[in-house]
Every structure is written in C-alpha cells, then in structure tokens.
C-alpha cells in the first residue's frame, strides 16, 4: 500500500535531511504508529505519501503508483483515496457537522443523493448520532476530531493519515477517538498514525515505526512506544 | 458539476469581501464606460468626416472689378474668355467631379440670404465686393483639394483659392484631441481595473484559505478549487459592464445632444451603441479573467 525505497528528503537552508534513505513497506489493511521526537521526519513521511512534498532522492509507491511519474494534475486523484486527520482537526467554522462532512464530497463533484445517504452513515460510524446539525465551536475536542475523522473517512479512502490526532485531547477523550480509528481499520482501510502518546500505543499493541534524526531506527509488529527493555 | 454548491460559494465569497467587490465593480464600471464613450467618439468623428467629406468644395474666386489681389489690379476684372479657360483647366483634372460657376450676383444674394439675421454686415457689403467663382467637387476632399487648387492657383482672372477642408482639419485635430484624452484616462483606469481584480482574489483567496485547504486535502480537482474565484471575478466584471452599458446610453445621447449645435446631423445609430457595448464587455470579460486566472496561479498552487 505505501512503499518507500530509499527515500531522503533534504529541505533547503538545513544542514541535516528531515529524512534519510528511508526504506519501508506497509500492507494493505495495517494499522502503523509513527513515533519518535519532534523534528524526527513524522510530517515529512506524511507529507511526501499525499505528494505535498516530493522526495530528494529515492522512490515512494503509494496505492501501486510511483508517485514520482505522477503529473501535477493526477495529484487529486491520489489525494481522494487518503484521509488526513490533524491534531487542529481543521474544521469550518462556519459549517455545521453535516456540511463539514458533506463539503469533503461536493468539491469532488459526488451527487447530491449520493451525499445525504454517506454523511449520516458516517456520522453514525464515528459516534456523533443525533449531533449533524451541530456547530464546531458547540462541541467538545474529541467530537470535533470525530468530526473531522468522518470527513476523512466519507469518501472511503484507502489510507487513513493520522498526524498526531490526540495531542489536543485528554487520554480519556482519547480511547474513544482511538476506538474510531480502529473501527476504521477495521474495514481494510491502513491507517498510519503519528504520535507522541505512549499510552495509547502501549495500550493498542500494533506495528510501531520510530524514527529519529530522519531515520528508522525500530521497526515492531505489536510494539510498544518506547524501547522493549 | 454542481453548479449550486459552487454558486454558493461565489456568493459567499463576494458577500464577504463585500467593500472590495463594490470597489471592483465601480472601477470596472467607470474605466469600460470611459473606453466605450472613446470608441463612440471615434464613431462619431468617423460619422462626421464622411459627410463633410462629400460636401467639401474648393473655391476658385475670380478677381471682380474691385481687386483685392495684386494680380488682379494689374489685370483688371475677369474676362469671359479667363473664366472659360479656368472651367476647361479644372475639368481637365482627374480629381475633379464637377464645376459649378457662381455670378458675382447669385453670390450676393446668397450672402444676404445667409446673414439675414445681421443685417449691419449685410449693409456694409455691397454686390460686386464678392467675386464671382467656381464651386469644385472633388473625389476625396481632403486629399485632392491640394493639387487642385495648385493646378489653378496663379491663372490669369483668378483672384484666389478657398480650401474649406483647411478649416475642417482644425475641428478634427479637436475631436481626435478628445478623443486620445477620452482613451488614454480609460486606459489609466483599466489598470487599476485589473490590479483591482487582483487584489480582490487574493484577499477572496485569503479569506477561504480554510476551504482551500481542505479542497486540495481531500482531492478537489484544480478546475474546482479554482471556479469559484474564477466567477466571483467574472461576476464583478459583469455588474461593472452592466452599470458601463447605462453610463454608454447616456454618453451616447449627450453626443446626440451636441448635433444640435451643427447645421447637419450625423447621429450614432444604435447599431453603433451596441457594437461598443459589446466590444466593452468582451474587453470585461478578457480582463476579469485572464487577471484573475494569472492571480490565481500565483496564490492557489496543487
């Protein structure tokens, strides 16, 4: 589903790559932590899988296209078949739950029957039954990232991208949006998660990639945040 | 396509930077009028000159028996045998339609006939004082009128040589004058016009940035993110044409109004009018959208 080989990123005015000769496959279907220290190359492996930044050197394949021969204006293709959730959720504010959701399929064009029968499914999905016509700033953190979940996931994408989707939560908020996520993965979708939350990552038990320094230097299956001792 | 969800978002968009839209709207507005009431004034200059163009007649005076001319005090009064071979010489001349010969007394009783309302200046002249004289028709007026009066300036009986166009030249060096003014102030607005329309999409850009954002998150395609700036501009551009057509009718009844003050009317149809207006907004059209489509290459990128 996402395969780097050998992949470095190197920004302009920076003396060390945000990541070097980065080599790794995910499987359809995983559920994958990215772990490790601010400025570890987390975003940057997330950015280069949505094509918002193109790769120094190396390749990256993502749902069996090399990303490097895409064109420009095939971009939003690829884009339609990944979910993005933020820690900041990046909702509009001036659009309640339901046009959130909905907004995520107009602008691609998605008919309009075709909407009103997805969106309260979703709705129902992530946990915010009854809660449709709602306004962002009338909801708590964790709605609001639920909120933001269903946007990504309406459209049923293959990957699910998660950057740091607790840090503005409280743990206890957190196993439910966690519960979400695996609810999603739980349909085929790979979801790849960025955190900086051991406790969830302990407690969930799944492949754990941690970098450091722009590197992988651990690679789990059912691993735990920090070092196994 | 879904045309009501990207109307909805031009309307939003425009409501939200409602001062800047209006701003665009009135500079479109004032700078397409101004451009169209410089190509109505080049309409009617055009108008103009064609009529005249035809009436235009060079006049060949003959010296009378009170010479006026040196020439014609050392040859006294203009004989019947003169005027005949003045007649052959200019009908000799390819440039010339047609000569028609006019007696010192049809002359006279012209003049009192044309000044009957000043009647000291029709008491001061008396028969004789004006000379008699050919009235020559000539192909194209401006250009011919030249040689012409070169082929008989200087014959014997011939006291001198009136060339209307020369008065004629002076007014459209006027008309022409205004005319670049009109044109060049229009040209001066349409600049403002479009960094207007540039900075009014990317202040539209800039309030939706949230939406934009997100359109390319979830893979909106370019065309999409892009339209509804694309049709807010157009839309602005239409309002500011549509305010320019009334200011054009009114333009266009005001130099109607101006025919009053001269003996022949040469009034713009309203074939004329229409062909400026749409000439102004195809000019409106081509603006508000090529600006806003190379604004938005700078500030929408994938």
């Known amino acids: 589903m996402i395969h780097f080989e050998s992949v470095t990123k190197a920004y302009q005015n920076q003396s060390r790559p945000a990541l070097e000769s980065v080599n790794l496959d995910v499987e359809k279907g995983e559920f994958v932590f990215l772990v490790g220290p601010s400025g570890s190359g987390k975003s940057t492996f997330l950015r280069l899988i949505l094509r918002e930044e193109r790769p120094t050197d190396g390749r990256i394949y993502v749902a069996g296209r090399d990303l490097a021969r895409l064109t420009n204006w095939k971009v939003p293709q690829l884009r339609r078949r990944i979910g993005c959730v933020f820690q900041d959720f990046r909702l509009l504010p001036a659009k309640n739950v339901y046009q959130n959701i909905a907004f995520a399929l107009e602008v691609i064009g998605k008919p309009r029957r075709f909407i009103r029968k997805v969106v309260p499914e979703v709705i129902d999905l992530v946990g915010l039954e009854g809660k449709g016509e709602r306004m962002p700033d009338e909801l708590s953190g964790g709605e609001q990232q639920r909120v933001a979940m269903a946007r990504a996931f309406v459209n049923r994408p293959m990957i699910l991208l998660a950057d740091e989707p607790t840090g503005n939560i409280d743990p206890a908020t957190s196993i439910g949006i966690m519960k979400v996520l695996d609810r999603i993965n739980r349909t085929g979708t790979t979801v790849v998660m960025a955190t900086h939350d051991a406790a969830i990552v302990d407690s969930m038990r799944k492949r754990v990639i941690e970098l450091e320094y722009g590197k992988v230097v651990r690679d789990q299956s059912r691993g735990v945040y920090g070092q196994a001792y | ?302």
């Open chain 2, 1 to 302: 396509m879904r045309a009501q969800f990207v109307f909805g978002e031009v309307w939003v968009g425009l409501r939200r930077n409602l001062t800047m839209t209006v701003a665009l709207v009135v500079v479109v507005a004032i700078s397409l009028s101004l451009l169209g009431t410089g190509l109505l004034f080049v309409k009617q200059v055009n108008h103009t000159r064609a009529l005249w163009q035809n009436r235009i007649e060079l006049s060949v005076f003959l010296c009378s028996a009170t010479p006026l001319t040196p020439q014609c005090s050392k040859n006294g009064a203009v004989t019947a045998a003169q005027i005949a071979q003045v007649r052959k010489t200019l009908l000799s001349l390819p440039e010339v339609v047609s000569v028609s010969y006019q007696t010192a007394a049809q002359a006279y009783a012209q003049f009192k006939q044309e000044f009957a309302n000043q009647p000291e200046l029709v008491s001061s002249v008396q028969q004789g004082d004006i000379p008699a004289s050919f009235q020559v028709k000539m192909k194209n007026a401006q250009a011919d009128a030249g040689p012409v009066a070169a082929a008989v300036t200087g014959m014997q009986g011939v006291q001198s040589v009136g060339d209307d166009s020369a008065i004629l030249t002076n007014f459209y060096k006027l008309l022409n004058g205004a005319r670049n003014a009109v044109v060049v102030i229009a040209i001066i607005l349409i600049v403002a016009a479009i960094l207007l329309v540039a900075n009014t999409i990317r202040l539209s850009a800039f309030n939706r940035r949230r939406e934009t954002a997100i359109m390319r998150l979830v893979g909106a395609s370019n065309f999409y993110v892009q339209l509804p700036f694309l049709v807010e501009g157009r839309i602005a551009g239409l309002f500011g044409w549509l305010v320019a057509v009334g200011l054009l009718i009114a333009a266009r009844s005001g130099l109607d109004g101006l025919q009053s003050y001269f003996p022949f009317h040469v009034e713009l149809s309203t074939f004329d009018l229409v062909e400026v207006v749409v000439v102004t907004m195809l000019i409106g059209l081509a603006l508000c959208g090529s600006t806003s489509f190379l604004t938005l290459r700078r500030y929408l990128r994938v």
